[in-house]
């Protein structure tokens, strides 16, 4: 049930926190609060307190809190959708609307598994054929050829598409298969000017593409003879989407999260092959450029992704667009270019799995490899120049701020340019919107201080807080993981452009993670603060204490540095510690 946060907003301002849990609570009226005993814990004086003016409730004696749609879900054991629905009935909103809508996205869900099921049965049926048909004899020739034997050819279920007109589509009707959903999976077109269908792939080995999940989406083809083109795809349906989609990923889950890092190679045979000389790491993409999707992908499982290229001219040039997608998405990716004209697939069968493993251990960091190769090694000047407009581009598309700094001051040093240049000279700093799964946020283990917590109120109710927050250096005090401060960043956007009637409940709400939730929650109710009026003096005795705490996490990072020898990374922080340090006796914000 996808409402909109404005809808959720108005529920929210047509039903009262105090009359929701004074339902199950007895609450009484105290200063300007409600207090009652606590619904989650055991407690003999009250110190539940619910604020009619914030919409917020907060127990001081075990630290829950939050507001009426978390209360319902936790006191009421409720999902978010069936508090929604209740607390939309008491308010007298309706949310037909949305119910549809998730009635559409199941019936979606629903169209989608019929494609995965009779792509399935035509997997089986070509992978059949390619084993038993004496006519793909040459597609089992082609096979062994190319160093896969039937065992092989049997795990990734190599397929064979006979000649004919028909083959699948008069297997579909023998065997009682929906030739609408065949249609639909893009397995079997319409003919043009008669009644009838007729097969989509014909003569053509077949490699059957599954999405992460091991389900079947379609397949990829390889003419044998003469025929064109080369490599057909299934064309898009609503379960292929090329862009989105890499060869051999389930397959090769355990393996990339057990080496930590994955391989990425343009071809499916260069996978299958990489697969059965024991590098089991690797996926490919469907015979198109990576990208920003695929490096999303990519980014739930690894954070390292080494991508080999072909080497030749066509090649060096897919790695060279390849870093558009891959730069700003905060992989850490290094590239590989072949030597003498190999492909994987040639490679590892002439040379063998240590020769590559080795060349994928020397591989080269995406940035220093642009840099070397279409920077620093191009003599002609207009060239150089359009390396680095490029590079520019590719910088100020970053969205997470404390990327964007640590590639602009990298880069700035490996070419020796000004890093106003590569910052494009833009003072404002953009944040997009990064989609984050909640689930992202709650690995945020590490508890964060009271004080962010309370500077993030002031964010979410002083505008001029909140710019200062925005620049991202007060966060970065106390938040070292980056997905936090970008989701925290995007929560603050947020806010600023939402005008509820209780903005205090509304912020609450929109913080996606959970776990941290009750945190903000009784940064908003438990402050007996007057924010609006002397905000500066809150905000600054923050800042302080936060600062302080950092200098001493500093502190320790230098003795762990000192203690391991490293020089470079103990004056590095030192250097950091006295800029704080400076700051903190400048009394400056
Ligand atoms: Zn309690």
Redesign the pocket.
Known sequence: LAVPPEVIDEIRSRVDIVRVIGDSVPLKKSGRNFVGL?P??N?KSP??TVSDQKQLYH?F????GGTVFTYLMKAGHLTFPEALERLANLAGVDLSRYQQEAREINAFKEKRQKLHRVLSYARDFYHFTFLNAPEAKKARTYAISRGLKEKEASLVKLGFAPEGWQSLFNALIKDHQPVEDALAAGLIAKRPREEGFYDVFRDRLLFPIEDAKGNMVGFGGRVLGDGTPKYLNSSQTAVFDKGKLLYGLCAAEEAIRKAKKAIVVEGYMDQVALRFHGVEHAVATLGTALTEHHAQLLSKYVDEVIVVFDGDEAGVKAARRSMRALLPQGLRTKVVVLPNEHDPDTFIQEEGRGAFLALVEKAEPMLPFFVNRFFKGESDVSKKAEAMEELATIIQSVGNVYLKEAIVSEAAKLTGTDPAILRGGMSVRKITPVARPASVMSAVKAEKPNELWVLLRLGAEVPDARKRLLQGEILGLSVQEPEFVATTLQWLKNVESRSADSPAASAVDSWVDESTRPLLARAFVAEELTLTQNWEQVWNDCVKKLRQREIRRLGGLVRAADDGGEEDKVLQLMKRMDELKRLDQGGEK
């Open positions: 606590c989650f814990h407690e110190s539940f127990c004696g075990c630290g829950e």
